[in-house]
Structure formats: structure tokens, C-alpha cells
């Protein structure tokens, strides 16, 4: 169970690295073997291939509860993040099994990339179970925004290449679904990192400062004069 617990949690770093743009499979597929299929058809399969992988791993995020215990809000937006996640990954399969045309392991990764990717997750999962408090749930947030918003680009992508109608609708409201979810872990994010006024005065000191020195200056001006069409005006200091 431990090891499994560990697994997901490096499954975190990998989401990262996708929505980074490391796996960008879906928007630069490699060529195509000369097999008769279209380009809108590869494009869907590398996104259905990437979108499955990456809500297969969402659909478990819920269980890092057992690890690292989260505030009641967070873990009921997790729990939620995980049956959404895991609702979308069946339907996919539902696609795959009803036409034979959809493959759901079209990842199309170089072997450089995976084991990079292996080795960073590795090293990341290490630094993540060392995390406590609100350190740990505010890297949990932000894994979750970039995470969100990729899956419902996937779908999105997915759904535009798509030409069976009901399924090209299916994925529009899995799209939508992440979207929701992407806001709701923002708005959460947000809460959390709100900066009081102290913290607030910290992070801007310059002008914390040019507003101090705005008070205590002295403003002096020159005499000046200027020509006008009726005549000639002058400005004067006072004393």
C-alpha cells in the first residue's frame, strides 16, 4: 500500500512536466507510418492516449489522505478531482472498446524523455513525503492547477478531432468538467496565498519607501519667466 501511496505521489511531478509542455505529444505528433490513417486520427489517439494516462493517475489522488492528512475543504475538492478523473478515464475506455480504431496507448515519448521524466519524479517524490502543513497542500494545489488544465485542453484537443458526434460532445463536457475543477483549485490556491497587510508592505518596498519620501521632501523651483502674446509672466519662489 506505501509503495503504491509512493507511486502517486511521484505521478504528481509527472503531471507537472505535462502541462509544462514536456509531453507534447498532441500538438507535435511524429510522422505517420504509411497506414491509411488520417492526421485528425492520430492527433486524437496521442490526446485520448495522453488524457487516459493522465486521468488514470488523477483518479488516485484522493488517497494520499492516508499519508498526508488535508484540511476538510481540500480533501473534499481531491475527492472530487478524483471520481471526476476517474469517471472521464472510463468513458475513454468505453470509447476504446466500442471502436476499434481508438488506441488509448499512443503515447509516442522518445526514451530519453521517459527516463528523464522517471528520474525527476523520482527525485521529486523524495522532497514531497518531507513536505508537511500548508507547504505540502499548497504544492498539492499547484500540481492540481497545472494538472487541470492540461486534462481539459486534452479533451478539448481530443474532442475537436473527434468526428463521431456524441463522443466529440462527451469530451466538450469532460473539458469543461476540468475547467470547473482548475477554478475551484485556483480559488483555493488563491485563499491560501493571500498576503496580509504586512506581508503585503514587505513585498512592494520600493514603494513602501517612495511613499515614506514622498512626505519629507522639499520641492523648490527656480525663477522662470516666459513671453505671452499680451505681455510677459514670471514665477517666483517665496520665501
Given amino acids: 500500500m506505501i509503495k503504491r501511496q509512493l507511486k502517486i505521489i511521484a505521478q504528481f511531478v509527472t503531471v507537472v512536466l505535462m502541462a509544462a509542455g514536456v509531453l507534447t505529444g498532441c500538438q507535435s505528433p511524429k510522422p505517420m507510418p504509411s497506414s491509411g490513417r488520417s492526421a485528425a486520427q492520430s492527433t486524437r489517439n496521442n490526446c485520448y492516449s495522453l488524457l487516459h494516462q493522465l486521468l488514470d493517475e ?26 471526476t478523473s476517474g469517471t472521464g478515464a472510463t468513458l475513454l475506455e468505453e470509447f476504446a472498446k466500442d471502436d476499434p480504431s481508438i488506441n488509448l496507448n499512443d503515447i509516442r515519448l522518445p526514451p530519453g524523455e521517459l527516463a528523464t521524466r522517471a528520474a525527476i519524479a523520482s527525485t521529486k517524490e523524495k522532497e514531497l513525503l518531507g513536505q508537511t502543513g500548508a507547504t505540502f497542500e ?29 463522443r466529440a460532445r462527451a469530451l466538450e463536457g469532460l473539458s469543461e468538467d476540468m475547467q470547473n475543477l482548475y477554478y475551484q483549485v485556483f480559488a483555493m490556491l488563491m485563499s491560501q496565498t493571500k498576503p496580509t497587510p504586512a506581508n503585503a508592505i514587505r513585498s512592494h518596498p520600493v514603494s513602501a519607501a517612495t511613499n515614506s519620501a514622498v512626505t519629507s521632501r522639499i520641492l523648490v523651483i527656480d525663477s ?4 505671452v502674446a499680451a505681455g510677459k509672466t514670471s514665477l517666483k519662489p517665496t520665501t
Avoid at 488523477?58 to 481540500?74: A, M, T, Y
Avoid at 522662470?224 to 513671453?227: E, F, H, N, V
Fill in 224 to 227: 522662470a519667466s516666459r513671453p
Fill in 138 to 166: 499548497l504544492t498539492l494545489l499547484l500540481t492540481q492547477t497545472e494538472a487541470l488544465s492540461y486534462a481539459s485542453q486534452l479533451a478539448k484537443v481530443a474532442g475537436g478531432n473527434e468526428p463521431h458526434p456524441e
Fill in 58 to 83: 488523477q483518479k488516485d489522488v484522493s488517497i494520499l489522505r492516508f499519508i498526508k492528512p488535508e484540511p476538510g475543504d481540500l480533501n473534499k475538492l481531491m475527492k472530487q478531482i478524483a471520481t
